[in-house]
C-alpha cells in the first residue's frame, strides 16, 4: 500500500532467539553480534512489494518507537515479519507488561518502508536511545 | 578433560570434551562451542572507565548501593547458585529490589503456576516415555540446538526405541528450523494460542460443537486431529517456548496449557514444562523462592520480601524510574530491555559484575569483571528441569569469581548498616 | 562451657524422670562435671524449669525441589513476615516457610534437628542447598527407592549382595541417611497413569510386587547395618478402607530383628489408617493399628496428625496427589523424576466442621495416644497435616483429655460414631511425650548423640518456662501449650540461640549423611548401574553430591 506516497506494508511482528544471535551474545560489541541481530526478516511477497533487494534497508515503526535495519527474505506467513531480539527489536517492541513485568516482545503491529537511512551501530544506538 | 557441563541454554548438555591444549569444547553445539571460546574479556575492574583494583571498585559500589534509595539488582540467570544466593542477600541487606532474567522470558509459566500449579517431569521422563512431543511457540534447534538429539526428538529412551515411535508437532506462527524437522507443523495466528488451547480443551471433553470452523488461522478438523493424537497419546509432552509467554495473553496461555494438561491426564498421561533459556535461570528463581519465598521481582524496602510483577520487575521499576541505582550481574538489559527501560539505566549509576563487555558496560559507572562458571569456576546450576549439575573448573585464572566479588559486597554492607 | 543449674531434668533414654540436676557443656557437649571449671561457666539458672534435650523431628518435608514448588505455587503462604531483616534475616511463611524461617521456628519451639523425608537421589544437590541454608538446627535426608528402575531390576534378580551395593552407593551419591519407601511400585505405575492398590500387584514394566520392594529393601538394610531402618510411606495412602494395607505393611517387619532400633518404620501412618470403603462410611482403623503395633517389637510408627487450618499435601506418591487435585479441584503440581521417583504438590486445608478433616485430627490423636509411647513419634508430616509449629498442640493434647474434650465440642459430630477418640481416657505422661518427641525420633533414626542429656550427647537443650512438679497437665493444658511454643532457652552445640522467642544468635548445623560403602563391593552393581544410565539424561560422571559442596558434612560410617 502507500501510505504518504511511499510504499509501506504493514506485519505483525515477532522478535526471537536465533542461533547466530546465541553465538555472538556474549560479543555484543563486535561486528558478528551487529549482523545477527540488525535485520528483519519479511515474507517474499512483503518484500517485493517493497521493491527490496538483499541488503537494502528499511524502517521499521510501531506505536512505540522506529528503528532502521536491513531487510532479508525468509520462509515467513505473508503479512508476519521477524527481528532477532536485541537492541534493535527492542527499540520498537511494547513496553506495556499487563502487570506481569513481561513487555510485549511477540505480536506488535509495525509499519514496513524502505529507506535510504543508515542502520545505525550498536553504540550509535545506544546514544540514540 | 570429560563430561563438561555446558553453560549456555536451558538444556545443560553435560557430555562435552574440553581441549586443554586447542582451549576449546568438542560435541556441543555452536552455542556451546561460542561459550567455551575464547573472547574479548573486561580486563579490569574499572571506575567511570579508569582501571581500578578489584577492592577499589568494590568499595564504590558499596558506597553507591547503600546510599541508594531503592537499587535494582537484576540478571542471575548466567552465574552459579552460590553467587544467586548472595545477591539475594544482598537486597535484602539493601532493602532493594531483586528481579531476575526470567522477568523478561519465562516468568509468565510462573504466574500461570501460582494459578494452577505445574504438572510436569524431568527431560528423562520426555526422552524415556514421550511418544508425543509438541514444541509449543517454541524453536529448539535455534536456542537449544541439542536438546532433539538429547532429551525430546531423536533421543531415544526405556519406552521410546526409536524416532519413529515419537511424534514430534511444532505449533508456531512461521516455520521455523524446528517446523521444518517435525512430523507436523501447524501455523497459528500470532496472538492466538490462548483461543487454540481453549479449543483443544473442549474437543477432549467432548464439546467440540462450542468450535467453530476456524480458530487462530487453524481449521477445526486439523484442531480435531491434534487433539485426537493428544488423547491417543500413551505418554505426552508439551515444551514450550517465548511464542507462549511473550505473546498477547502471555501467562494466561500458560494457565489454559496447563489446563489442558490437566484434562489430559485424566485419560492418559502428560506432562507440561516450559523451555528454559539461560542455563541458570532455574537457579535464578529457585535461590530466592527457598531463601525468601518468591521467584521473582521482589521488593525488599520494608525490610521484608513483597513479590508484585506488576511494580517490582526489572521493567516496570526502570519505566516508573523506582530504582535510583543498578547492580546488573550476569546479563544484559541494555541489550535486551524496552527502550523506555534502558533510557533510565542510561540515567542512573550502574554497577556491572560480567565476565564479557556487551552494551550494559557501556552504560556501567562501574564495571567488574568475573570468572566464567563452567570454565575458570566451580559451582552448581539449575537444568531447565531443575536437574542439579555441578559447573566445573577447567582453567586457572585471576579474575574473581562472582561469588566471591558479592560476598565482599555483602561483608562492607553488613558493616556500614551495623 | 556452659552450666544449667538446677533445671528439672526428663531425660527418657537415660531414664531420668522429673529429677533436679545440673547439666554441663563444653566443646558443644554434654560432660560430666568433672570436665569444667563452674568459675568459667556461663551459667543459666534453670531452677522450677524444665530441661530435656533438644526436639527431634523425623519426618518433615523442609528441604528440596517439591518443597519449593510449593512455595513457588503458593505465594499467599510466603505474605506472613515473622521477622523483619536485621541482625538476622527477614523470615516469612504461614505453614511454608523459607529456609531462614524453618531454622528459626524450630530453634524457637526448642528442635534443635530435623530430617528432610524425601528426597529423589537425582536432585539431592538441591536438597542439600536447600539444606544448607537453614540455619539453627542439625538436618539431613531420605533419598527414595521405592519406585527407582535399579531397585526394580535387583529385586527382578533376587540379588541382595546388588541390592545392597545399590543402596550403599546411591546413599552414599545423595550424601542421605537412610532408606526411604514412598507408595512403592504406584509412582512407577503412575508413569501410566495408574497406581498400585495391593502389595501384590505387578509394578508395570517389572516383575516386582509392593511385598517384594518392601521385603527387599528391608532385607539389604538391615544386611548393611544402616543406622535408621526403611522408613516407609505406605500403599494407599489417603483411600478410604487402607489400614488393612498398612497392617499388611507392618506385618512384612516379621522375622526381622535389630538390637538397636525396629526393623521397620511406617510414616504418617493417619493418612493410611481409613476404615470404610468410600468417603461416605469413611472411619478410623487407628485402634487395629495400634494393637498391631504394639503387639510388634520391630516396627515404629510416626503420627502424621493434621492440625486444623491451612497444610500443603506434598509427597513423593504422585497418583494420590493427582486423585486429591481431582477431588478438591485444587491446584496440582506434578514432577515424574527421570527414572527414580515422583512427586505432587496440592495445597489443602482441615477445617473442623468438615466430617473427613476432623475424623482425620481424631485418628492422628488415636495413633499418639492407643499405641505404646515407645512406638509413636509425633509428627505432623510437615507441611501435609500442619505446621510444625503446632507440635506443642500435639503434645498438650496428648496429656490432656480436657483439652481433647474442649476441642471434640468444636468439630463435626461425625468424629463421635466413626472414632473413638471420645471415649479415650488415656493422659500420656510428660515423660512420655518428651519421649515421643526426642529420645525415641533420635533412636528410631540411628542418632546415638541426640535427643538425650547423657554424658556425650550433642549440647542441644530446651528449657521450658514451666514447671513440671508444679503443673497439672490435664488441667493447665493452656499453660503447657504455651511453655512449649515457646523455649525459654534453646542451645544448640552449647550455643545459647534463641531466648524466649527472641533469635540470640545464628548458627549453623551439620548435615549428617551414611556412609557404608566399606560394607559391600560397589563393582557388583556398577555394570548395571553404568547400563543403565543410558535411560538418564545426565552422565553418569555428573551424578551425585561431593561432600566439600556441603556447608558442615558429618559423616557417619557404616562398619
Known amino acids: 500500500m502507500e501510505i504518504g506516497g511511499v510504499m509501506a506494508v504493514v506485519v505483525e511482528l515477532i522478535t526471537g532467539r536465533t542461533l547466530d544471535q546465541g553465538a555472538t551474545v556474549e560479543e555484543k560489541l563486535t561486528e558478528e553480534y551487529f549482523k545477527a541481530v540488525s535485520y528483519i526478516e519479511l515474507n517474499e511477497e512483503d518484500f517485493k512489494q517493497l521493491n527490496l533487494k538483499e541488503g537494502d534497508r528499511v524502517k521499521v515503526t510501531t506505536d512505540f518507537g522506529e528503528v532502521v535495519v536491513f531487510a532479508k527474505k525468509a520462509e515467513l506467513p505473508k503479512g508476519i515479519a521477524f527481528i532477532p531480539m536485541g537492541p534493535y527489536a527492542n527499540m520498537v517492541i511494547d513496553p506495556a507488561t499487563d502487570g506481569t513485568g513481561m513487555p510485549q516482545f511477540k505480536g506488535i503491529k509495525a509499519k514496513i518502508e524502505k529507506t535510504e537511512e543508515k542502520v545505525k551501530t550498536i553504540k550509535e544506538l545506544l546514544e540514540a536511545i | ?418 | 562451657m556452659l552450666w544449667i543449674k538446677n533445671g528439672i531434668v526428663v531425660d527418657p533414654k537415660n531414664k531420668i524422670n522429673l529429677e533436679k540436676m545440673d547439666i554441663f557443656v563444653k566443646n558443644g557437649k554434654i560432660v560430666p562435671e568433672s570436665e569444667i571449671k563452674k568459675g568459667d561457666c556461663r551459667v543459666i539458672d534453670a531452677s522450677g524449669k524444665l530441661v530435656v534435650a533438644g526436639g527431634v523431628d523425623m519426618h518433615a518435608h523442609i528441604a528440596g525441589g517439591k518443597i519449593n514448588t510449593g512455595r513457588t505455587m503458593r505465594p499467599e503462604e510466603m505474605r506472613v513476615v515473622r521477622n523483619i531483616a536485621g541482625k538476622f534475616r527477614a523470615s516469612v511463611g504461614r505453614v511454608l516457610l523459607t529456609a531462614p524461617a524453618i531454622g528459626y521456628e524450630y530453634a524457637k519451639m526448642g528442635y534443635t534437628t530435623s530430617f528432610e523425608a524425601a528426597t529423589p537421589p537425582v536432585s539431592s544437590l538441591h536438597t542439600h542447598e536447600e539444606l544448607d541454608s537453614i540455619p539453627m538446627i542439625d538436618k539431613a535426608a531420605l533419598p527414595v527407592f521405592g519406585n527407582w528402575h535399579l531397585v526394580f531390576k535387583c529385586i527382578e534378580e533376587k540379588n541382595i549382595e546388588k541390592l545392597k551395593a545399590l543402596l550403599a552407593w546411591a546413599i552414599e551419591r545423595s550424601k542421605g541417611f537412610g532408606v526411604k519407601v514412598v507408595n512403592p511400585g504406584g509412582v512407577e505405575a503412575w508413569m501410566y497413569g495408574g497406581n498400585v492398590k495391593n502389595l501384590d500387584d505387578q509394578v508395570p514394566g517389572f516383575g516386582v510386587t509392593p511385598r517384594e520392594i518392601i521385603t527387599w529393601l528391608i532385607r539389604a538394610n538391615e544386611g548393611l547395618g544402616l543406622p535408621h531402618s526403611v522408613h516407609l510411606h505406605c500403599n494407599n495412602l489417603g483411600v478410604p478402607g487402607n489400614y488393612q494395607t498398612t497392617i499388611e505393611s507392618i506385618k512384612l517387619a516379621k522375622g526381622f530383628k535389630n538390637e538397636k532400633r525396629q526393623v521397620l518404620h511406617v510414616t504418617h501412618v493417619q493418612f493410611n489408617a481409613y476404615s470404610g470403603s468410600s468417603w461416605r462410611d469413611f472411619g478410623s482403623g487407628a485402634a487395629e493399628i495400634a494393637k498391631v503395633v504394639n503387639s510388634m517389637d520391630n516396627v515404629t510408627i510416626d503420627m502424621g496428625q493434621p492440625i486444623f487450618g491451612h497444610a500443603t499435601a506434598m509427597t513423593g506418591d504422585a497418583p494420590f496427589q493427582f486423585t486429591l487435585h481431582k477431588l478438591l479441584g485444587a491446584r496440582w503440581s506434578n514432577k515424574d523424576t527421570e527414572v527414580e521417583t515422583g512427586a505432587g504438590i496440592v495445597p489443602i486445608g482441615y477445617l473442623p466442621n468438615n466430617p473427613v478433616h476432623a475424623v482425620q485430627w481424631a485418628i492422628g490423636l488415636e495413633l499418639g495416644l492407643l499405641t505404646e509411647s515407645d512406638k509413636v513419634a509425633l509428627t505432623t508430616d510437615y507441611p501435609n497435616g500442619g505446621p510444625f509449629t503446632e507440635y506443642p498442640y500435639i503434645m498438650a493434647m496428648l496429656m490432656s483429655k480436657k483439652m481433647r474434650e474442649g476441642e471434640l465440642k468444636k468439630v463435626h459430630q461425625y468424629v463421635q460414631k466413626a472414632t473413638n477418640l471420645p471415649s479415650i481416657d488415656v493422659e500420656k505422661t510428660l515423660y512420655e511425650v518428651i519421649h515421643m518427641t526426642r529420645s525415641l525420633p533420635a533412636r528410631i533414626l540411628g542418632l546415638e548423640n541426640k535427643g538425650h542429656l547423657g554424658i556425650g550427647a550433642d549440647a542441644d537443650i530446651a528449657i521450658y518456662n514451666l514447671n513440671p512438679l508444679e503443673t497439672d497437665f490435664s488441667n493447665e493444658f493452656e499453660k503447657v501449650y504455651k511453655a512449649f511454643k515457646v523455649a525459654e532457652f534453646t542451645i544448640k552445640g552449647g550455643e545459647v540461640i534463641v531466648r524466649n522467642g527472641e533469635l540470640l544468635k545464628e548458627v549453623y548445623g551439620r548435615t549428617f549423611w551414611v556412609d557404608a560403602r566399606k560394607k559391600v563391593d560397589l563393582e557388583v552393581v556398577m555394570q548395571d548401574v553404568k547400563n543403565y544410565f543410558q535411560y538418564y539424561s545426565l552422565q553418569l560422571s555428573n551424578y551425585g553430591v561431593e561432600e566439600r559442596w556441603l556447608k558442615k558434612p558429618e559423616r557417619l560410617e557404616v562398619v
Not at chain 2, 381 to 408: F, G
Open chain 2, 1 to 418: 578433560m570429560q563430561d563438561i557441563v555446558c553453560t549456555f541454554c536451558g538444556s545443560v548438555c553435560d557430555d562435552g570434551e574440553y581441549d586443554l591444549k586447542k582451549k576449546s569444547v568438542k560435541k556441543f553445539c555452536k552455542l556451546g562451542s561460542s561459550k567455551f571460546a575464547e573472547k574479548e574479556r573486561i580486563k579490569a575492574p574499572m571506575i567511570d572507565g579508569k582501571e581500578v583494583s578489584y577492592e577499589e571498585a568494590i568499595d564504590k559500589a558499596v558506597e553507591i548501593l547503600v546510599n541508594a534509595k531503592r537499587p535494582l539488582l537484576y540478571g542471575w540467570a548466567s552465574t552459579a547458585n552460590e553467587a544467586i544466593r548472595l545477591g539475594v542477600i544482598l537486597a535484602e541487606k539493601l532493602g532493594g529490589v531483586y528481579d531476575q532474567c526470567a522477568s523478561v522470558c519465562h516468568a509468565p509459566g510462573t504466574l500461570a503456576t501460582i494459578e494452577e500449579g505445574i504438572p510436569g517431569g524431568t527431560l528423562g521422563s520426555v526422552k524415556n516415555r514421550a511418544d508425543v512431543v509438541v514444541f509449543w511457540g517454541s524453536n529448539p534447534m535455534e536456542a537449544h540446538p541439542r536438546h532433539g538429539m538429547r532429551y525430546s526428538i531423536s533421543a531415544k529412551g526405556l519406552l521410546v526405541k526409536d524416532r519413529k515411535q515419537r511424534k514430534v508437532i511444532v505449533v508456531d506462527v512461521r516455520p521455523t528450523k524446528t517446523a521444518k524437522i517435525a512430523d507436523i507443523f501447524i501455523q497459528i495466528k500470532p496472538g492466538y494460542d490462548y483461543a487454540i488451547f481453549s479449543a483443544l480443551r473442549a474437543i477432549i471433553s467432548g464439546n467440540a460443537d462450542a468450535v467453530p470452523s476456524e480458530v487462530g488461522g487453524v481449521a477445526k478438523e486439523k484442531l480435531i486431529e491434534l487433539a485426537d493424537i493428544m488423547k491417543n497419546a500413551k505418554y505426552g509432552a508439551i515444551l514450550y517456548g517465548l511464542g507462549v509467554t511473550q505473546s498477547r495473553g502471555r501467562d494466561r496461555n500458560v494457565e489454559n496449557a496447563i489446563k489442558l494438561v490437566q484434562l489430559l491426564n485424566r485419560t492418559t498421561r502428560w506432562i507440561i514444562w516450559p523451555m528454559r533459556g539461560h542455563y541458570n535461570v532455574v537457579g535464578a528463581g529457585e535461590v530466592p523462592a527457598w531463601e525468601v519465598g518468591y521467584q521473582y521481582a521482589i521488593d525488599f524496602s520494608r525490610g521484608y520480601p513483597r513479590f508484585s510483577p506488576a511494580e517490582f520487575s526489572a521493567v516496570e521499576v526502570l519505566k516508573r524510574r523506582d530504582c535510583d541505582a543498578a547492580l546488573i550481574v550476569a546479563s544484559d538489559p541494555v541489550a535486551h530491555f524496552p527502550r523506555i527501560a534502558v533510557q533510565h539505566l542510561k540515567r542512573i549509576p550502574v554497577i556491572q559484575i560480567d565476565p564479557y563487555p556487551n552494551m550494559t558496560t557501556l552504560v556501567a559507572k562501574i564495571v567488574i569483571p568475573s570468572a566464567v562458571y563452567g570454565i575458570e569456576a566451580e559451582g552448581t546450576a539449575y537444568r531447565m528441569d531443575c536437574i542439579p549439575l555441578r559447573l566445573k573448573k577447567i582453567i586457572e585464572t585471576n579474575y574473581w569469581t562472582d561469588e566471591k566479588i558479592l560476598e565482599e559486597m555483602l561483608r562492607r554492607v553488613e558493616k556500614f548498616k551495623g
